[in-house]
């Protein structure tokens, strides 16, 4: 019997859907299923559904919560993260700073000064996690569900070497747009797909019967309106780099600088309802979930017969362990030269393969380069998150906002350094790191209109000006060449 702790179990999605996902599956439906999370109400909802689920479906597997982590990792062969660091009072707060000053994020939960924020609350936590583990279950295996997922992960290859994984939907449900896109049923297509998580790019697409590339068909579609329309942020991506890639466009448009920094941009591409690209739409939906639910216990609404199993990868990659049955998924690892032109140590998603002896990702070698340098714009901010989440020295959450491709497009630096002295502040307690510490003020420096420049040297290329100015201005004897009052032809 494989002991399982899930911790941020009372996530209403995430934790259902994962522990029916591993009750429908034979080799885990005699497991031990341990729930933990540090606030009880939602934890006792989530433990009263498992066993109800257990108990109707007839299943020898237990279950049992805690509050106490500790006590949940002991002796755990696989441990589930997916926890939401300051829940839907930190997130409003993501959403609605940025916002005063410009930056329009939809998602807001993987890049972005939302996603950078979500990193700072939440990598505090996983260090904590993997120290615990490192004690208390050594060998077992880490699945991380929590975002931002490229930031977490890169932060746990950081931290130690307790084997993980980060796990993300993104791949298999992209190729099922892929699949209508193409007309071709989804378990016929070979496909290659790498990258970083939200920002995968879909290399090769093969007919798996006949080796035809698809690509062609995929190009083609999607210059058509009718495709066009339902993904214009990635079919532009595609048209203009080359490569369809995962995620959607509420997703995608917050990653790159081009289709949400201005009122046209917005108006042409994120105009499609909800996570097509609608303003704060993930925050605003979670509020609404919350409040309709606030005083209902929306579980004992839910079914808890078990059928199949979800399109989520977990516990797949739990069975091939138990079974040594092998299975191929894309997931996010630590970059040990998986992805040449990334750099090394960041969080790249590639396709690996789960038996036994664990996890076996894939070398990929090089994207086409600008595949790498769109990857590489997330990657810096990512990293630099990073920095910040394991120093709690602001000045690191600052740059990594500055670098935000969104952010960029639309704040100056002094704007930049503005908002993340507002998101420290407002959200404190949940950054423990961040303790005692400020970011360091830079006001606007007044230029009076009669002030004299100080006399300094002269820049080179100021030098170059100079000699411009003075070849416009110097006279030339019109028409003469050579000494004075002398005048000849110039020939050409």
């Known amino acids: 019997m494989a002991k399982i702790t899930m911790i941020g179990a009372g996530s209403r999605i995430f934790c259902k ?32 559904f ?15 919560s805690t509050t106490d982590r500790r006590e949940a990792l002991k002796d755990a062969r696989y441990v589930i993260v997916m926890v939401q660091v300051g829940g839907l009072d930190a997130f409003k707060l993501d959403y609605e700073i940025p916002f005063k000053y410009g930056v329009d994020q939809c998602i807001g939960d993987s890049l972005g000064p939302g996603g950078v924020f979500r990193g700072l609350r939440t990598i505090p936590v996983l260090a904590e996690i993997v120290k615990d583990m490192q004690t208390l279950c050594p060998e077992a295996l880490l699945l991380n569900y929590a975002n931002p997922m490229a930031a977490c992960c890169l932060a746990l290859g950081r931290l130690s070497d307790v ?9 298999q449900t992209t190729l099922d747009l892929i699949s209508r896109y193409v007309q071709i049923p989804k378990d016929q297509i070979d496909f290659l797909c790498a990258g970083i998580n939200h920002m995968g790019w879909f290399l090769s697409l093969q007919h798996k019967r006949t080796g035809a590339d698809l690509y062609p068909i995929l190009r ?91 399109v989520e ?19 996010n690892v630590r970059n040990d030269g998986y992805i040449t032109n990334l750099p090394p140590g960041c969080c790249v998603e590639v396709p690996v393969f ?80 961040f303790k005692g510490r400020t970011l360091r003020p830079t006001p606007v420096i007044s230029i009076p209109k009669d002030v004299k ?40």
């Open 313 to 331: 990868y977990c516990s797949y990659i739990l069975e091939a362990v138990e079974t040594d049955r092998p299975f191929r998924l894309n997931g």
């Open 50 to 64: 498992v066993r109800r689920m257990i108990g109707e479906n007839c299943l020898p597997a237990k279950v049992w």
């Open 220 to 310: 083609a579609n999607i210059e058509k309106p009718e495709y066009y329309v339902n993904e214009k942020v990635r079919g532009e991506v595609m048209r203009q780099f080359g490569y369809f890639m995962t995620e959607s466009t509420g997703h995608l448009s917050e990653y790159v600088p081009w289709f949400r920094s201005s009122e046209r941009a917005l108006k042409r591409y994120c105009d499609q309802p909800a996570f097509g690209g609608e303003s704060g739409v993930y925050y605003k939906y979670s509020r609404m979930l919350a409040d309709k639910y606030k005083d209902v216990d929306y579980l004992e609404l839910e079914s808890s017969k078990i059928t199949r199993r979800s």
């Open 163 to 171: 084997p993980f994984i980060g796990l993300c939907h993104g791949v």
């Open 354 to 433: 789960v038996d036994q002896r664990g996890l076996h990702p894939v070398r990929v070698g090089a994207l086409p380069p600008q595949c790498a340098a769109l990857n590489q714009s997330n990657i810096s901010v990512q990293a630099l998150s990073v920095e910040a989440g394991l120093t709690g020295d602001p000045e690191y959450a600052m740059h990594a906002i500055a670098m935000d491709p969104l952010t960029s497009a639309v704040c100056t630096l002094d704007e930049a350094r503005r908002m993340t002295s507002d998101l420290l502040e407002a959200e404190r307690e949940w950054l423990p790191q």
């Open 453 to 492: 420049p100080v006399d300094v040297p002269l820049d080179p290329a100021l030098a170059i000006v100079h000699r411009f100015g003075t070849l416009a201005t110097q006279a030339t004897g019109k028409g003469t060449v050579g000494g004075k009052g002398r005048r000849s032809k110039v020939k050409g």
């Open 17 to 48: 859907t994962l522990v029916a996902d591993i009750l429908a599956t034979d080799a885990l439906k005699d497991s031990e299923i341990c729930l933990m999370s540090r606030t009880r109400p939602k934890l006792d909802r989530m433990e009263r």
